[in-house]
């Protein structure tokens, strides 16, 4: 008997926010997957925007963050507890991604608390106080559920390393691990090494998120069979060694003895398997882009033909697949089926690591028993979210809007981010209709 299982490879360069970030987006393969998360924080700073790249070293190609931010933006523990939940509940996290987000931050807070020896509400966040630790956090959750991996498989990590040396901060001058870092790895028993980094390689950020998804830390991976696999880098130059993590989706055998909850194992650094070693599936290369100045991705797409089901059961199927974020679109189309009779195709457009998640909510919603499904090959045009801020009667609104272009730069589409013209709608009295066409021309002004 198997098990889907999901192994975190932190054993050679650690773990940073900015790296869980790469690796899930490599693993999903979209490189706009975080445009939602990043959209939201839109709000509290208008400059903040993020863009990912490939990268390569060593022979293995991942993804690659880059962010630009207000670094003056500083949140306090009460405000930046406030800005995660607005942010997870405006990209719709489902109940399990907000407890990792949330387990996360406390997991985070807590630590600099104990660190600093003050109270979590009279603790001054400097690096850990930006807001792209919000997206660090709450990006985690949302990839890790557009994978469809959340309660359907187990987490596993190897040792982690931690690097060695001092490193400056805002604090000034700190041994490796810093103290917040410490804290988190004693508190929650988490098996680490140094390593060969002559650096911090093992973040704040990147240690919470690592203990709050992880199930159990493993000393040994022989058993695991990968299947699909991401890899994340962070943007710091490690010479020779990769600054690298990987996500790998696979599975693993269970004994028919093993208990349904099995506790930490110990281990050793020198238990721990070098990152060469894991049986992983070799990454197929890279296609060329068709277009150079499109963006270009692969997607899933799932059909299946249904004439026995009402309204009602369609209805639902699309409040799980679209509120769940399991699915990018979906179609229900009428037509005419075997013995002539009235039916729908509904088609389902999704990353293609959610194929099982999303087979298996078809399934159980609609009675189907198959789907049909093929891999197509996407270009979208490049497209961002900016902020606007306007005037009515004197009081100042902030509106999102996105902004696609063509190939030449030039502005295909502005629109107005529903959710905030209605909220300025119900503030205002304005209808939408007369606020939407006003929001769009001052954008078009701004971004021509």
């Known amino acids: 008997m198997t098990k889907k299982t999901v192994l975190i490879d932190v054993a050679t360069a650690g773990a940073s926010g900015d790296m869980f970030l790469s690796a899930l987006t490599d693993l999903i393969g979209e490189d706009d997957a975080l445009l939602p998360v990043a959209a939201s924080l839109l709000i509290y700073d208008p400059s903040f925007r993020l863009n990912m790249r490939s990268h390569t070293h060593s022979g293995l190609t991942g993804r690659q963050i880059q962010i ?31 407890k990792i987000a949330e387990r996360a931050l406390n997991e985070l807070l807590e630590a600099e608390s104990r660190a600093h020896n003050k ?14 630790t919000v997206l660090d956090i709450v990006g985690t959750a949302y990839l890790l559920e557009r994978t469809g991996l959340l309660g359907e498989a187990e987490f596993l990590a190897t040792s ?40 911090e390689v ?25 299947q699909n696999q991401g890899f994340g880098f962070g943007t710091r130059d490690l010479g020779e060694i990769p600054n690298m993590m990987s996500i790998v989706i696979g599975e693993t055998i269970v004994p028919e003895d093993e208990v349904s909850k099995p506790v930490k194992e110990e281990l050793t650094p ?40 009402d309204g009602e059961t369609l209805g639902t199927l699309f409040d799980t697949l679209l509120a769940e974020g399991l699915a990018y679109d979906v179609t229900i189309i009428p037509a005419i089926g075997k013995k002539n009779r009235p ?3 509904v088609k389902v457009i999704a990353a293609k690591a959610g194929l099982r998640s999303i087979a298996d909510v078809m399934v159980k919603n609609l009675g189907t028993i198959g789907i ?77």
């Not at 630009?68 to 109940?95: D, Y």
């Open 68 to 98: 630009t931010q207000n670094h003056g933006i500083r949140l306090t523990p009460a405000s930046i507890v406030n800005v995660l939940r607005s942010v997870a509940e405006e990209v719709e996290l489902s109940v399990a991604g907000k």
């Open 343 to 345: 039916c729908y195709v």
């Open 202 to 226: 093992l973040t704040p950020t990147g240690a919470a998120i690592l203990i709050a998804i992880t199930d159990r830390f493993v000393k040994s991976h022989d058993d695991f069979v990968a």
């Open 270 to 309: 020198k238990e721990t398997p070098p990152p060469e070693k894991t049986k992983t599936k070799p990454k197929p290369e890279e296609k060329p882009k068709l277009l150079d100045d499109w963006n270009e991705d692969e997607v899933i797409v799932i059909e299946t033909n249904v004439d026995d089901v």
């Open 372 to 448: 049909r499904y093929t891999t197509w090959q996407r270009l979208k045009a490049s497209r961002e979210t900016i902020v606007c801020s306007f005037e009515i009667d004197g009081k100042e609104y902030m509106v999102r809007v996105k902004v696609s272009r063509n190939v030449d730069g030039s502005i295909l589409n502005i629109k107005p981010e529903a959710d905030d013209v209605l909220r300025v709608s119900k503030e205002t009295g304005i209808p939408v209709r007369e606020l939407r066409p006003r929001i769009a021309m001052q954008a078009h002004a701004v971004t021509e």
């Open 160 to 199: 982690v390393a931690v690097g060695k040396g001092t490193i400056k901060t805002e604090h000034g001058l700190l041994e490796v691990p810093v103290p917040a870092v410490a804290e988190m790895l004693v508190a929650n028993d988490v098996p680490y090494h140094n390593g060969d980094a002559k650096t």
């Open 119 to 132: 109270p979590i509400d009279e603790l001054h966040l400097h690096e850990t106080g930006t807001v792209d």
